[in-house]
């Protein structure tokens, strides 16, 4: 059975750090990509961000570029968000996927999802 675990949300200052990580079983991602939406309360989920199994291609959403930054561990099957400078429209729930189309569609594998809030 394939899960994805994220992990590292929490409540942190406009202007402040955060290292989401996402933790995959069940199955390797080491070839595919993966990738990082978020949903805001009373919004539509959206992306964030995507890695290419090669780890050396990139693609952020407008709003993230320059402040936040993917990786990926593909030996440890792990996929890591470093969120700096944090904004309160930060402030949602984040999700890990993989196996999806590049950058940001049809993805297979979803996790359950991390609390990120930012005050002000």
């Known amino acids: 059975q394939v899960q994805l675990v994220e992990s590292g949300g929490g409540l942190v200052q406009a202007g402040g750090s955060l290292r989401l990580s996402c933790a995959a079983s069940?199955?390797?991602?080491?070839?595919?990509?993966m990738g990082w939406f978020r949903q805001a309360p009373g919004k539509e989920r959206e992306f964030v961000a995507a890695?290419?199994?090669?780890?050396?291609?990139?693609y952020y959403a407008d709003s993230v570029k320059g402040r936040f930054t993917i990786s990926r561990d593909s030996a440890k099957n792990t996929v890591f968000l470093q969120m700096n400078s944090l904004k309160p429209e930060d402030t949602a729930v984040y999700y890990c996927?993989?196996?999806?189309?590049?950058?940001?569609?049809?993805?297979?594998?979803w996790g359950q999802g991390t609390q990120v809030t930012v005050s002000s």
């Open positions: 996927a993989a196996s999806g189309s590049w950058p940001s569609y049809a993805y297979r594998y």
């Open positions: 069940g199955r390797t991602f080491s070839r595919e990509p």
């Open positions: 890695i290419h199994w090669s780890g050396g291609r990139t």
